[in-house]
């Protein structure tokens, strides 16, 4: 598939086989039902309040299960159910899968898709309606909520940016493997647009999450490079390249470091830190004052 087709939820009536076991994959709508005793005394009553799920087969034995919400799409986070339990105590809802939510789901996702091809096509305006849109139907979309973040700060707008930013830095799903190009994205446009303290805490959170990350280690590096904090800036290079110990990212950054005087190395592996050689801003070039980058072609 490539990076313009359209990643709508499989059809409803697409089916395949659990490996191992030959039976059909379970995914669909199921509901579970709960009984509340409402009142006291003679006037007590039960009532009866009924849930529904989007269930889907991630591995044997295992199915992620997330609500719907009142606009009966699947959203907030997910959680792992063994098999045994879904079919003992959930219920199966397939015509309201086929005839409401499914339908749903294959318009928010043909709206998000809208708003990204408007981004990537410059429209920062019909990007931000169609993400709004998104938004309203599922205010914890990540990666509605993500290209809404990016609209904004491809138009330098601090302000409503950050608003999303306080949104993703909550949300577990937006540090998923799922989401990492669009979360590597939003750091490094964080940066970019001088939010270094939410771009830290952003990072942090990741790191909350996943320690074992070159990437991360390597992004975190450049946030405390530009923040003055060149101790904790070779600490984060160094963790980057204990992960990959060929990244070129961080063998360049480090080789940055120690031809303009941030970083000097005597012969007996010394280490000695500068954090302004030159009298210049900290992340500017010590000879030209070219702001370094080392996000893409690492050129310096």
């Known amino acids: 598939m490539s990076e313009h087709e359209s990643r709508s939820p499989e059809q409803p009536t697409d089916r395949d086989k659990v490996e191992g076991l030959g039976r059909d994959r379970i995914k669909g709508v199921f509901s579970t039902q ?8 003679t006037t007590q009553r039960k009532s009866i309040q009924k849930t529904y799920w989007y ?28 098999v045994d339990e879904i079919i003992a105590k959930f219920n199966p809802e397939p015509e309201f899968y086929v005839q409401t939510v499914y339908p749903k789901m294959q318009e928010l996702e043909k709206t998000i898709q809208r708003g990204e091809d408007h981004r990537e096509a410059g429209r920062a305006y019909s990007a931000e309606l169609e ?4 938004t309203n139907v599922d205010e914890e979309n990540v990666r509605a909520n993500f290209g809404l973040g990016l609209t904004y700060l491809d138009r330098g707008d601090a302000v409503k940016a950050n608003d999303i930013f306080e949104r993703l830095v909550n949300l577990d799903a937006a540090f998923s493997q799922e989401h990492k190009h669009l979360f590597n994205d939003f750091g490094i446009n964080l940066r970019k647009n001088k939010m270094l303290d939410q771009a830290l805490e952003y990072y942090r959170r990741a790191e909350q999450l996943e320690t074992r990350d070159e990437n991360l280690m390597h992004n975190m590096a450049r946030v405390f490079f530009e923040m003055g904090e060149l101790e904790r800036c070779v600490e984060y ?10 990244m070129e990212e961080a063998t360049k950054f480090l080789e940055y470091l120690k031809k303009h005087g941030y ?38």
Do not use: H
């Not at 709960?34 to 005394?41: A, S």
């Not at 290079?237 to 060929?246: F, G, I, T, V, Y």
């Not at 000097?264 to 702001?291: C, F, H, Y």
């Open 237 to 246: 290079l160094k963790r980057a390249l204990e992960l990959q110990p060929d």
């Open 55 to 82: 269930c889907e087969e991630a591995q044997k034995g295992v199915v992620q299960v997330q609500p719907l919400n009142k606009n009966y799409v699947p959203s907030g986070p997910k959680r792992d159910v063994p």
């Open 263 to 300: 970083l000097t190395v005597a012969e007996d592996g010394t280490e000695t830190l500068n954090d302004n050689p030159d009298g210049i801003a900290s992340g500017q070039g010590k000879a030209s004052g070219a702001t370094v980058d080392v996000d893409g072609g690492v050129q310096f």
């Open 34 to 41: 709960t009984v509340e005793k409402v009142g006291t005394g």
């Open 131 to 134: 993400f709004k849109e998104a």
